[in-house]
């Protein structure tokens, strides 16, 4: 299995972003995928993730309202869109997958991780 962010950048509060997470050796059906950040100095935060069997979302209260994941099954690619950005959303985004559904806090759970991609946003 193998998972690869894209996407990342640096912007401008309140400005936006998208990251993809192309997924490889992986059938959706049964799985997980969520998206978890790290900033400087802290620790991983779950932010979002969507079940691959039917759909389903969960959000990080920090970021609901603001980012949407949304799933491809043709692409097989997990998107998550950051609006509104803030300082305080500057971290290293990675994608990770695991059984349905995943426990936005336990980042230990995933069994599969990408290489992360960075997010930046300045004041």
């Known amino acids: 299995v193998q998972l690869a962010e894209s996407g990342g950048g640096s912007v401008q509060t309140g400005e936006s972003l998208r990251l993809s997470c192309a997924v490889r050796g992986l059938s959706f059906d049964g799985y997980s995928i969520g998206w978890f950040r790290r900033a400087p100095g802290k620790e991983y935060e779950g932010v979002s993730c969507i079940s691959g069997s039917d759909g389903s979302t969960r959000y990080s209260d920090s970021v609901k309202g603001r980012f949407t994941i949304s799933l491809d099954n043709v692409k097989k690619t997990v998107y998550l869109q950051l609006n509104s950005l803030k300082p305080e959303d500057t971290a290293v985004y990675y994608c990770?997958?695991?059984?349905?559904?995943?426990?936005?806090?336990?980042?230990?759970?995933?069994?599969?991780w990408g290489q992360g991609a960075q997010v930046t946003v300045s004041s």
């Open positions: 990770a997958a695991g059984a349905d559904p995943l426990d936005l806090s336990r980042p230990a759970d995933p069994w599969w």
